[in-house]
């Protein structure tokens, strides 16, 4: 029919043309999404593999006019530096990206570097300026641009310099357009969040007013990597069994049960091909498209596969979360929980609750969340979480708390699969078995408040009940001596100490 | 660095490991998103074409085996039909779709069918079979499968047949694993919200017990069809205009502006040059890249254009919205409201808005709320929506509503281009353009529900009134008669009678 015509489209231009659903709406959020997805590569540049964090991040008014909402935003970071021949492609082509594989890292969908540069070119017009050494005896420079109908980088210019004190690292400098005024307070309330789990990193940013936010690293120790791991046999489908078999290099199922899968040793590979009736020396490359259904229905319902191992996982950590809480909180009173790691579809994952009150914790009409995934705040879009659901499922009166009073709650969920709802990274999708972790974590830290709370509230209060039996004593011991017909009156002073010392303990 | 391993993937790659972005998050929400797919590009292919649509969902155990969660979810509609041509790449091939035009359409991203399709190739690892005719002698079936790692598809099958009563329509039919029982509340909300906004459509669907469903057609007229429309100089950006430039026969600036773009006759085009800054008679194909930046600066900031023609748009109206309303949910009260188009970025919309009170609405702790797009109903995630967010801000005290009470909130948007906050399209993103008039609209229709509650009320009270007043009426005629030292008493029915009457005016 005339009217279905069809059309195909690169991954660049539906991405162009989607750009809302990557967390490129209008001016105000491309500019917050554009630091944040900058931000993030470098940190999954250091911290992962062992580099304490030096984050420089700059915006500045294009040619100093303060006149439009145009921008240059220079990021710079002391990684791992990017092998130059990967520049262009890893820069300027969607889908290509070092971040598809199963661990843990801020960036999963590997395109939010890219989308900030396309972003920059369709409304600047300008290239993109990389500069990237990996420790090599050069440091190279590239000039690039997106040739977004064909996904391709198109290169400008390539400078070559010599690297003699051997620096490693990568320098993004973008031209953009963007609303910093109106996206000033969430792109602060992100630094100092980052700065909460990252206590690790060293991040500066001076913004085109000149003014310069510093957040230093007060912890010197690095969380442990994250490992890469294979894949859980709960959460396998048919696709990725045909993919192993294509390479495996096993010739039995008992073999390629151990070889591929997560935490499959060989009496539990024995135990799972019995249970699913297949023998174990049976090809997987000889399997018929019915057998790798049945093999793959068999591993969603063997209930002795054993959890995934939280190993690969890199939590904050008890100690490194408390610390960043009380550096940029200070609060009166701290609690914070590690959950034991848990799993969804085959993901390992670990939730970490904090809860902070009094001090700098702000107070509001309604309950302070703070939410986090693999180690990046998230600020936009809180009631689509899950966090936030659970938040408002609770009966805090059983704590003592209420909305206005001055806590927060702090959630951590890391995975090698944050379940996110959308590709922006903001809202975390409602699966069972995380919020059964949150709901748990949060239950944990609200009632070690609850404690704490009330302990302060029975001091006050045996401190006003001593303070009307200090008053009256005297009177009570003067009347009994009298009534007694004694003269001398005992001494009142050592029973108050007494007292005193009771409620105490 | 040895850890950093850079990959390529294809598109229908990063959907496959990301499905849950697109609404296949898990067997519960997979079923009912295909369900949800299929029947949208079914509406897509039959109402904007003129076409009554007559849509057929069967969904049953695969063998008729009640034991496993495995299903064949078979769609039939009366549409346009595929060419045969196509089959294979618009059902098997990721961004290669009918749907990338400026245009309201139910779909936008082009993937909902192919993501269908995938998942239920991951899970059952069957082909799926579309037959389909354009109306043409013959009627094609494909069997086919995705070639995931290649975004291709594969053609296991080809059958062709006479189509001698020049059938037109698609039949697609799938394997997938879903959690039905889990689902069902959802996908039958889902029906019923959808034959609210169509109620031009008949709807049959048969579930795995072999309940039959249906929702007849109660209005034969059709909205009218949405026109593909030019873009929106508000809503231009740098890359938009360069694609323009290089297929554009203009040879001059004002030419060009009039050409290409929606609503700029000559004399804005003019005016909008001048204000600009370039020559009415320079040549469009020689603008330098810093002057084609400045050119789209100056249009985004141009306030002469023409507002959006919301001609191109095709909102359901208010006779159909409320046909639709009356039909599902039978109320005592219905308001509804359209309002007039705006625009935000340049993308025209329309919201319409409706209130029911009374009768089959349901009352919940919460405001029920009933989210429309597109003729779309939305059923997952509502408290990340903006109109949820609109709702939660009302006061409704002021209109005599309270949450509980038995009243219920429609709020459809129509647009070229619905602000999706996920490719899953559960939620609309906060533009402060829509909220706006999704605010007014929702205000216009409490505060008749208001004037109509606060009648019934008053008609109430009066008739509490009258009623004390007939009660007393008698003794105070018969009281004053006595007094006066008369013996007849004056007739108080007439008096009485006359009260009413004026109360009911």
Request: with cysteine; charged share 35%.
């Given at each position: 029919m005339a009217d279905q015509a069809f059309q195909e489209i690169s991954p660049a231009d539906f991405f162009y043309r989607n750009k809302e659903i990557a967390g490129f709406a209008n001016p105000v959020r491309a500019i917050f999404s554009a630091i944040r997805e900058l931000m993030e590569n470098s940190l999954d540049a250091t911290e992962p593999l062992g580099i304490l964090p030096d984050i420089y991040i700059r915006l500045s008014f294009i040619d100093d006019n303060?006149?439009?909402?145009l921008f240059v935003l220079r990021v710079e970071d002391n990684g791992s530096g990017i092998p130059a021949d990967y520049v262009p492609l890893a820069f300027c082509?969607?889908?290509?990206?070092?971040?598809?594989?199963?661990k843990q890292s801020?960036?999963?969908?590997?395109l939010g570097g890219t989308m900030t540069i396309l972003y920059g070119q369709i409304t600047t017009n300008r290239p993109v300026k990389v500069i990237s050494s990996t420790g090599a005896p050069k440091i190279y420079e590239y000039t690039l641009m997106i040739d977004i109908e064909r996904n391709r980088p198109i290169i400008l210019d390539r400078k070559i310099y010599d690297n003699s004190d051997r620096w490693h690292g990568t320098i993004v400098e973008i031209s953009l357009e963007g609303d910093y005024s109106k996206a000033m307070p969430k792109i602060l309330e992100y630094l100092k969040q980052t700065a909460i789990v990252n206590p690790y990193a060293n991040i500066t940013f001076v913004d085109p007013r000149g003014r310069l936010y510093k957040f230093e690293r007060t912890v010197l120790t690095l969380p442990p990597p994250p490992k890469e791991t294979l894949p859980h046999p709960h959460g396998v489908d048919v696709e990725m069994v045909y993919r192993i078999i294509r390479v495996t290099?096993?010739?039995t199922l008992l073999d390629f049960m151990q070889e591929h899968f997560?935490?499959?040793g060989k009496r539990i590979a024995q135990r799972f091909l019995d249970f699913a009736g297949f023998?174990?020396?049976?090809?997987?490359?000889?399997?018929?498209p019915e057998e790798i259904v049945r093999l793959v229905q068999a591993m969603r319902n063997f209930n002795e596969f054993l959890p995934p191992?939280?190993?690969c996982l890199s939590p904050l950590g008890e100690e490194i979360l408390k610390a960043g809480i009380m550096k940029e909180l200070e609060p009166e009173f701290v609690a914070v929980t590690q959950r034991k790691p848990s799993a969804y579809s085959g993901h390992p994952f670990i939730v970490e609750v904090g809860i902070a009150y009094g001090g700098k914790v702000p107070s509001g009409e309604d309950i302070v969340l703070y939410r986090f995934a693999n180690k990046i705040p998230l600020v936009y879009d809180?009631?689509?979480d899950v966090s936030w659901k659970i938040v408002k499922s609770i009966n805090w009166r059983k704590y003592?708390?209420?909305?206005?009073?001055?806590f927060a709650v702090l959630v951590h969920i890391c995975s090698?699969?944050?379940?996110?709802?959308t590709v922006g990274k903001e809202m975390i999708a409602d699966r069972p078995e995380v919020s059964r972790e949150i709901l748990n974590g949060i239950r944990d830290v609200a009632r070690q408040l609850g404690i704490y709370l009330s302990r302060k509230e029975r001091v006050k209060r045996e401190k006003a009940r001593l303070s009307v039996f200090a008053k009256y004593l005297p009177k009570i011991a003067e009347f009994s001596t009298r009534l007694a017909g004694k003269e001398k009156m005992p001494d009142i002073n050592e029973i108050l100490r007494r007292a005193r010392r009771l409620e105490e303990d």
């Open positions: 303060e006149d439009e909402n082509q969607f889908l290509f990206s070092s971040k598809y594989k199963l801020r960036g999963t969908f590997g290099k096993c010739r997560h935490r499959v023998p174990e020396d049976a090809d997987p490359r000889r399997l018929k191992d939280a190993n809180e009631s689509g003592g708390l209420m909305p206005g009073m001055p090698t699969k944050v379940p996110w709802k």
